[in-house]
């Protein structure tokens, strides 16, 4: 082994299944190993989807059917989906971290 405490591979610390045979935690930095853990699709997931319906179908839907004039091009083409990519954004950070 090194001396630098780095990530050092040993492969003598799993068995015929790939998993771990020592004492260690392999999540190092939270201390929860990461099937302990319930990552169910739940009520987050279901918030993500809506935020993809409205991103992906209602905004464009919205500029379809209600083409910009001439003043309200940059607004309707530019800032409209605007919105809907940050909320996006957000809520897939939201929904991918857990408490």
Same mark, same amino acid.
């Given at each position: ?32 190993? %990461? ?5 169910? @699709? ?5 918030? *993500?989807?809506?935020?993809?319906? =409205? $991103? ?11 083409? %910009? ?5 940059? @607004? ?5 989906? *605007?919105?809907?990519?940050?909320? =996006? $954004? ?10």
């Amino acid at each position: 082994m090194s001396d630098d405490e780095g990530y050092v591979h040993d492969p003598a610390t799993f068995d015929e299944a790939g998993e771990r045979t020592d004492d260690e935690s392999d999540s190092t930095l939270t201390g929860v190993h %990461p099937t302990s853990v319930d990552r169910t @699709f739940g009520w987050r997931g279901w918030v *993500l989807v809506g935020i993809i319906v =409205l $991103a992906f179908i209602v905004a464009p839907a919205g500029i379809y059917l209600l083409p %910009p004039g001439a003043e309200g091009y940059r @607004f309707a083409l530019i800032l409209f989906p *605007l919105f809907p990519a940050l909320l =996006l $954004a957000a809520g897939a950070v939201w929904a991918t971290t857990r408490p």
